[in-house]
């Protein structure tokens, strides 16, 4: 652990430093009685203290979010409009990635921890694959900046540990240590040694005693993180009091509510600002910043003068990374999908690898990963490396360097995915991140693949084992409520393909949703390859399979299930009174809604009065949209294999069959009708 200046600190400790650190206690000493404060810092401190109350005052409440300047659409006009109800506001609640200066919308805590090592990620990947001596193009750092319940969140701390393990020293976490949450103080919760933990997970730790006036030490702090030679991540310990200056410095009051006029007025005598003028900015601070317009400009000329000279001397290499920070890929790139696949059984999670390995191995676009499922999610291509520290010698011998596009992220669902978002929002399209692991797994990712969904991002997760019939891990790992719940997620697309051939069609699909997250949810179990499906056919949602004229009934089937609607059609017509079963594949949702309301309904076809019967292993919450019954699942999985699990369940052809014919029965002699959905 190191601290910047320590000869100050110990001044500080007599005069500031002990309120600091303890957190809880009134601030009552002034600006002015820290002799290390310059007098421009001062006011300039003092100026955004003072904006940040007037604007607490002025929409009656607390928990500001982060005033962001050097923009010329964050006007002070734009400013006021924190918390109106003006629908054009660039002041959200929280920052979102569609106004300019975001990068990413971390509003959910913990989230934007995994999001910059993601970041930190994309950097060095980029940097390795194309930096050459004499031309470090990609040379970024990524700052975090981070409070008490950021850290508390598992999301953050499975994010922290792999940053430490990977060693990113371009990535540095600011810790504003003000020892308060909405409830109290933070020891209400949380009394850990936060530097020890941060040193244990590979982080080197420099502690800022007087986060609130120092400005010296937290730039040498900033500076010793992005230009230091640790070789680790850095964590910036910056001791704060919350409501600084105000009378209730130091109390959880002051983060959730106003301070109120009478207190803003006396701060503002305290600072010599006028208590009866607001959102005032003096002619001084304009000044202080007055120079960085040209300073930015200046380091984009330098580093385009630097890409221009490059580009002279490694042209090829030149053209691919302007090409990739464009979001281009080859024009050629659906030619890596084979055109013939699997005929006989087969698991949709080993077609899935048949389909996209050959596009990873040709396309270093994708950085690809999995939480410690490489056997099991077939993501792997031949000649892969790993990204990796490469000082690492790892003990099974798969090492890798910074340049590799294959992730290990261990079992870390929750931050592989908050990691992608990162990874999809660097200079979006430039890196199209793929995470792998169980379907049931995913329920520990939700929160980010949520955050990815609200952000427009390319991010694409293949889930394996998606049913009852992966067998004998039992309930606790067969999702039978999932696909729910992500079905019902906008700007998500829930691919559940029924074959070899649509698990190609959902890779195509998922591939050109630039603005969209995807999940391919497949299999773990061989599926029949119906000889029926077309690749092409699940973009648009749910197509025809299987047509019969003048039909008693619409079968739709879904995904891993897809084949049991096309063995029921069969029983049915075999019955001695035949049945007549249209059947319907139903891989997307949200692909089908997005169709016109003519091809919807030359789809189901239920405008004529014919009923439509899903049959998933799954929960049936939703399919009411579309169907008039299921055979379905309305209660948890059971431990047996995952033949024996089906038949259990009633995935059985008679009993299918069976049950089909009945609800037909009743709903053509009008005992049933439509809106009055039936789980068979």
Known sequence: ???????????????????????????????????????????????????????????SGGHLGLLRCGYKNMTTDQLKSYHSNRADTLCQGHPEIETEGIELTTGPLGQGVANAVGLAIAAKNIGATYNRPGYDLVNCHTFCMVGDACLQQGVALEAISFAGHLMLDNLTIIYDNNKVTCDGSVDLSNTEDVNTKMAACGWEVIEIYDGCYDVEALVIALRQARDGNSRKPTFVNVHTII??????????????????????????????????????????????????????????????????????????????????????????????????????PTPSRTASGLVFTPL???????????????????????????????????????????????????????????????????????????????FMFYLYATPAIRMSALQNLHTIHLATHDSIGMGADGPTHQPVELAALYRAMPNLLYLRPGDSEEVAGAWLVALQATSTPSIISTSRHPLPQTGLTNRNSVSKGAYILREADDPHVTLLGAGTELSFALEV??????????????????????????????????VLQREGGVPA????????????????????????????????????????????????????????????????????
């Open 569 to 602: 059609a069969d029983g049915l017509a075999a019955l001695e009174l035949p049945v007549r079963a249209r059947v319907v594949s139903f891989p997307c949702w949200a692909l089908f809604e997005q169709q016109s309301r003519a091809y919807r309904r030359s």
């Open 243 to 344: 409501g600084a200056g105000s009378a209730v410095a130091g109390d959880a009051t002051a983060h959730g509510v106003a301070l109120g006029s009478e207190d803003v007025a006396a701060m503002k005598i305290l600072y010599g600002f006028d208590p009866q003028q607001h959102f005032v900015v003096p002619n001084q601070v304009r000044d202080f910043f007055a120079d960085l317009p040209r300073k930015g400009e200046t380091l984009v000329e330098n580093w385009q003068h630097l890409f221009d000279t490059y580009t002279f001397a490694h042209p090829l290499l030149a053209s691919e990374f302007d090409a990739r920070l464009k979001g281009e890929i080859r024009v050629d790139w659906k030619d890596f999908i084979p055109t013939q696949l699997p005929t006989s």
């Open 613 to 680: 019967v899903v049959i998933e292993a799954f929960s049936g919450v939703g399919w009411e949209r579309y169907a008039d019954a299921g055979i379905v699942m309305t209660g948890f999985g059971k431990s047996l294999p995952g033949e024996q699990a089906y038949e259990w369940f009633g995935f059985e052809r008679e009993g299918m069959v069976r049950r089909v014919k009945g609800f037909v029965g009743r709903w053509w002699g009008g005992e049933v009708g439509r809106g009055e959905w039936e789980a068979l």
């Open 360 to 438: 990873a191995k040709a396309l270093n676009t994708f950085m690809v990963g999995t939480a410690d499922l490489s056997p099991s999610v077939n993501m792997a291509w031949d000649g892969k490396e790993d990204f990796q520290n490469p000082s690492l010698k790892t003990t099974c011998g798969l090492d890798g360097s910074y340049a590799g596009r294959y992730i290990h992220y261990g079992v870390r669902e929750h931050a592989m995915a908050g990691i992608a978002n990162g990874l999809a929002a660097f200079h979006p399209g430039t890196i199209i991140p793929i995470t792998s692991t169980f």
């Open 1 to 59: 652990m190191s601290s910047p200046k320590p000869e100050r600190q110990n001044q500080r400790s007599k005069t500031h430093g002990e309120s600091t650190l303890n957190g809880l206690r009134k601030e009552k000493e002034s600006y002015r009685d820290k002799p290390w404060l310059k007098t421009d810092h001062a006011l300039v401190l003092n100026t955004f203290r003072l904006l940040v109350a007037d604007l607490c005052e002025q929409f």
